[in-house]
Structure formats: C-alpha cells, structure tokens
C-alpha cells in the first residue's frame, strides 16, 4: 500500500506546516507615515508636517474645532497637520499597533486614565516644561496627577469628561415622564418606555462593554463602595464590601429587571450610541460629546431638541458620583520633530484652544475661571453637578488591563446574570483577579 | 487511476530522449556536480523559503516564550528571560484550562460531523447523474470558498437575537410542535451569541457548514477510483449498501479518511476567525479556544507576548501530539 505511505507523509508534513504556520508571530499593521511638503516660507517650522491622532468620531462639531486648530497652528508656526480619527473602543489596540510598529502619530488625544499605562510602555514623551509658565501655569495641579510621573509631566489637559445620562427628551414628554430623581424613578421610566415603545427598545441601557466601569463605577461608588484601594505600596480590592456589592446589585439589575436586553451584554458605549441613534435605547449613560454624533449617525432623524442630560441619580437621590474621565493631549514618544509636536499640545492646550476645545466638544474646560462661567448654562449643569463629585478609577498603569483587556468586572456582571455565579462568588473571584492584576511588575 | 497519470507523465520523455547516458553525463559535466547532489540542490530554495516564513518565526515564538515581552521589548529594551514563569502562569489560569476544554471539544465534535456530513453528500453526488453532481458540487463549493471571516457575519447574522432569522424561523413553528421539540414556544429576543455553549453550537454550524464540501468533493475523488467491479461483485454476492459501504468503500477509502481526518483536526483545532466575529472580539472569557486566549494575551493592550507565545506553544504541541498518534495508529493498521 505505497499509496497510503505516501498519503500518510503528506498529511504529516502539511500538518506541521499548518500547525505551525498557525502560530507564527503576524507584524501588527502599519500606516505609512505623512510625506513633508515643503511650503510656506519664513515661519520657525515651514514645511513641515505632523500627524494628530483625535479620539472619537469625527462629528461635524469636532471636525469644525479641529480645522480652526490646524489652521491657526499653521498661521502660527507654518506647519502642516494631518489628523486621523480613531473610534474609542479601537484606542488602546491602535496605540499597541503604533508603539510596536514604530508608525504612530506624533501628537494624540489621549483618554487620562490612559496616561500611566502608555507611560508606564515608554510610548509618552515628557512635556514639563509647557508648564512653567502662561496659561499653562493656571493649570489646577489635580488635574494633572495621573499624567505625572517621577517629577515629569506627559500629557496636559484637554478638556475634562465626566458622564450623565443622555435620554430622549420627546419620548419623555410624550409620555409624561419627569426626568428621573432618584434610581428608582429610573426604572419606573425606563418600564414606562418601553411598554410604550417596544419590546426591542432598552430602557435604561446595559454598559458591559470596555468602558462599562463608567457605569458600574457610578452606580458603585454611590453607595460608597470602592474598586480597590492603595495600602502602602500594594492595591488591596475592595470589590467584596457590601457598598460596592450593593452598587453592583444595582448593575446587574439593569439586565435582569429587563431594562436592557439580555442579547447585549458585551455592549460599550459605541455600540449604544449607534442603537439610540436608531430609537431604539430611551437612556444611556455617556458624555456630551455624543449629541454631535446621533445628530449625525441618524442623519438628522434624532436631533438635538430630542435629547438632554440629566445626572445619574443615586439610589438614595442626589447625584452619584461620576467617573471623572478627560482628554489630555500628549506628545507621542516616536514623534519625529518633538520640538514641533511638543509646540502644538502647547498651542492646543491655551485658554483660547482649551477653551474652545471644551464649549464646542461638550466637554468641561480645564481653566477653573471657564468652569465657573459654566455653571451658569443649564445645558451643561448636569455635567457640572456631576463633576462636583466625580472620582477616578484606580490610578495605576494595570488598571486599563483588569478593566479592559481581561473585563474582570464585565465577566463577573456576566455570570451573575446568566445565573452561573451569586453576586458573593463572582465578586470574590473578581476581586482576587484584581488584586493580582493590580499588583503585577 | 495511479497507473494512467503516470504513464502520461513518463509518456513524453522516453521517446525523446534518444541517448539518455550521454545527456545525463554531459549534463554532470556542464554543473560541475554529481547526479547524486542535484535533488538536493533544487531542495535548497524550498528549504530556505520554509526556514525563512516558518522555521524562524518558530524558534522566535519558542524563545519568546521564556520572556518578558511587552511593548517596552518591541521598542528596543532588551528581552529578560523568566525561566519558565510564563507556562506556571498560563497553566494556573482559570481561562487556560476552560480555552482547553473548548477546543478539544469543538474539535472533536466539529471533525465528527464534518467527516460523517461530507462522506454521505460525497456518497451521494456519486450516485447522481453528471450534471446533478456538478450542479451540487458547484453549490456546496461556494459554500467552502466564504472566507472564514464572511462565514461568521454571515451565521452571525442568521442568530441575530433581534433581527435573525433563526429565531424569526423558530416562532413560524407551530407553538406545540416547538413545545414539544424544545420545550418552549417563544424565541424573541433569544441571545444565542452571549453564552459560551450557545456560541459553540454556532460555531460548530458555521464551520461544519463550511468545510463539509470539501470533504464531500475528497471522498468523491476517492470513489471515482474504485473499480466498478468490486460493487458489481458484491451486488451479485447479495450484499446491501451499508455492507457494501463498510467492506468495500470504507477500507478502499482509509487513506483518503487519514489525509482528510488529520487536516480536519488541525482546521478545527486552531480555529478563530469565526470565533472572533460571532463573539465580537474577544470579550466572552468563557468562550475563548487556545488560539483566542492566545490572541488576547499577546495583543491586547498591554500587550504580553510571551505568555502569548507560551500558549501557542503549547497548542503546537497539542496538534503535533495528536497528529502523531493519529498517524502512527494508520502505520500499525497498514502494517498488521
């Protein structure tokens, strides 16, 4: 039976050849880098060319800001700007893509709890001398301490995010429904809602996507519960106390009440702007920014008289605390001509541009004489509120692995709702992963 | 079959070739080499190009996976090795040995049902009369040719919990027939993508779906080789299909079985693509094969490549175990 022989050898070899193709290292892929065009004469950086990554979807209010931007920074120095926009939930892949392929952007928006993770990879280069003086110096320096690191600051404030929850307004006063008070007036209109609107329509919707901490962090940290707390120089998980595990009850709720659909629970908060952009979500919890982008998403069907924020309530009343997010903007570390990147976060990051860079983005400024103004305007009240008393979730460059990467929270939310796991064991399991994640070199 | 392609391949040479010992010698002298080296000669670009695409990437992906490599390592910092700590820490993972447990059990079940699925449409298309045949060859081909990406959106689709068609299909059931198959009536809205053993069942569809044909069309090559005499001797000696099948087809087919069985456990072993779509990226830790754990160690931010190696590793390791012992049990049955 030669035949067989035969055959037999060639599926051997094919078999290695496969199983092994199979694993071999792929190259992550690369942009090809701007060409300079050599044009404008007589200013310090004529001729030359940058690469801005912005974060987000390029709405038409966003893109407005940013063409001012690159216009007057080209008046200013006479370089040119290229920008790329890159989705939220792509961002920390495309960084990784852009550290280890060497073709990143030479300056780039960056969420702050971000910051000590890119840092902490080398992919950061440090700007402290922006601000030894100018505006720059007026600064509060505690919006700057996640984006400090051993004496040296990598990032400046952009503009500072927090989160309330967008809902639709008109279904709200077709059905005569208040803007809710206290978490349980949430439920009762989320109910409400979709009675009336369809079985589809997710009431209040279910975050447990990579920015579902947002959420779950609200919800927790209103009935004074904690992720983990710095002990010496060890993170020590709080995840098992019973105020965040009545926060996480609150979570887990949104689901298994039937608020949100049981189909979506990987869902971030992308993915649900996308379904309310199509009616099909009546609350969600998210920043301002998003109003641009449903305005655009549905092309023009949901408009901005449609919607509004009001502030996530706790279960008690009150506002609970929000995650107090913000964009920096930083110079990345394999920027061609830092001098020139270094020169645009500068430019980008005046009274003027920051100032800018907020009222148009939906965003709260980072100058405390603008944020002051603010709170005057009632469409920006709610986020003021929520500033009042927002907090940040641990600040430690392996937080984004345990609340992204490895989803510890969201798979523990996942269990607990399909029934696999009590509340009790999958925060003890959580809070063990966390602890290990935390506490990894 | 053997007997006719080798004729027509040997066919042109001989006569052509009027005084083969003199060419051959001329030949020698011109390259300066003896005949015995030749073969070897024209192996080496083959050789090379394997070194360069798979033997290198190979050693890499084993030296990796005795260090640290994150993207510090990729950007220039030299790599420190950790002995062995990357295994210790991959085999004390809770997702490791639930990754494990999925693709030995995906494979197992998906190579069954592909192989039993293609023998029986490959038995059947050789029954059929030769534009039927060609007809249903053409149509479950195309089934095969779907990229595996596209087989995921597709099946992902078709189990869409709001817009699917499966569950749309489900509720035309007749409410008791449903009750009684399934033991419920109502499927709106039914998640089939958010649990790991749901998501499994349809993977198993998908990929089944797409790799059947091809071993339907093998098997169908295979038959065409068997002498038509054999079933005439057999039908007259009074034996049924199933017997026929067994005694005749089944042994004339072993090494065709042996080829399709061996790369069918490597397709399935290492499958990802449609993984990684009907879960959206990997997001579901309950559901995650070798490959994607792998995956999402090595590449997902902060990047740890080499406990992603480790795993790869480790799963090359699996394949060529069972490879081995899959091809040694056909060397001892050829053999006995």
Known sequence: MKFTKIAVATATTAALALGLAACGSSEPATETAPKADASAGGKKFAGETLTLWRLGE?????????????????????????????PWPQVNDKFTAAAAGGAGPDVTEIG????????????????????????????????????????????????????AVLYRKDWFDELKIEAPKTWDEVIAAAKKIQEKKGKDVDGFAFNGGSDANH????????????????????????????????????????????????????QNSADIRTRFANGKVGMYLTAGWDIATIKEESSGK??????????????SGGAAPAF???????????AKNKDLATEFVKFSTTKEWAGRYASEGGLLPIYPEQLEKLKEDPAQAPFAEAFANAKA???????????????????????????????DEALAKANTELEEILNQQ | MANTSTLARGGGNPPASGRPPTRSRRRTKASGMPEWVIPYVLLIPGLLVIAGLLLYPTIQMVIMSFQKVGLRQIRGVPAESVGTENYTQIFESEIFWSSLRNTVTFAVVTVALTLILGTA???????????????????????????????????????????????????????????????????????????????YLVLIVCVVWASFPFIAVSVL????????????????????????????????????????????????????????????????????????????????????????????????????????????????????
């Open chain 1, 58 to 86: 390029s709405n038409p209010a966003a893109q407005k800001y940013t063409d001012a931007l690159v216009a007057a920074f080209e008046a200013e120095t006479g370089a040119k700007t290229k920008v790329e926009w890159i």
């Open chain 1, 112 to 163: 702050n709890d971000q910051v000590p993770l890119w840092r902490s990879q080398d992919a950061l280069h440090p700007i402290t001398a922006v601000f030894g003086g100018g505006d720059h110096a007026q600064i509060p320096k505690n919006l700057l301490s996640l984006e400090t690191d051993g004496g040296e600051i990598y990032a400046a404030p952009w503009g500072a995010g927090t989160r």
């Open chain 1, 215 to 266: 959420l779950l962090g609200a919800l927790a940290w209103a009935e004074g519960g904690e992720y983990a707390l710095k002990e010496g120089d060890k993170w020590v998980g709080k995840l098992t106390d019973p105020a965040f595990k009545a926060g996480f009850d609150t979570y887990t709720k949104i689901v298994t009440e039937g608020l949100s659909s049981k189909s979506r629970l990987g």
């Open chain 1, 302 to 315: 949901v408009a901005e008289d449609q919607l509004a924020f009001f502030p996530l309530p706790s279960k």
């Open chain 1, 324 to 334: 107090f997010g913000g964009n920096d903007i930083a110079v990345w570390n394999d």
């Open chain 1, 393 to 423: 979730l641990p600040a430690d460059s392996n937080w984004t692995e345990a609340g992204e990467t490895k989803a510890v929270l969201q798979n523990a939310a996942r269990s607990v709702i399909e029934g696999k796991a009590t509340a």
């Open chain 2, 121 to 199: 449409v490959g038995t059947l298309l050789n029954r059929l009369s030769r534009k039927m045949s060609t007809f249903v060859v053409v149509g479950i081909m195309s089934a095969w040719a779907v990229p595996p990406v596209a087989q995921g959106v597709i099946w992902r689709w078709l189990f869409d919990a709001d817009a699917g068609i499966i569950n749309w299909a489900l509720n035309l059931l007749p409410d008791w027939f449903s009750e009684l198959l399934f033991g419920r009536s109502d499927w709106t809205g039914e998640p089939w993508l958010n649990d790991a053993f749901t998501i």
């Open chain 2, 221 to 336: 090559a295979g038959l065409k080789g068997i002498p038509a005499e054999l079933y005439e001797a057999a039908r007259v000696d009074g034996s049924g299909a199933w017997r026929t099948f067994r005694t005749i087809t089944l042994p004339l087919l072993r090494p065709v079985f042996a080829v399709l069985t061996i790369l069918s456990i490597i397709w399935n072993f290492k499958v990802f693509s449609q993984l990684y779509v009907l879960m959206g990226g990997p997001n579901n830790r309950e559901a995650f094969n070798l490959s994607m754990f792998s995956f999402a160690e090595a590449f997902r931010s902060p990047p740890k490549m080499g406990s992603g190696a480790a795993i790869a590793v480790v799963l090359t390791l699996l394949l060529l175990v069972v490879t081995a012992f899959y091809v040694r049990q056909i060397v001892k049955t050829e053999e006995m």
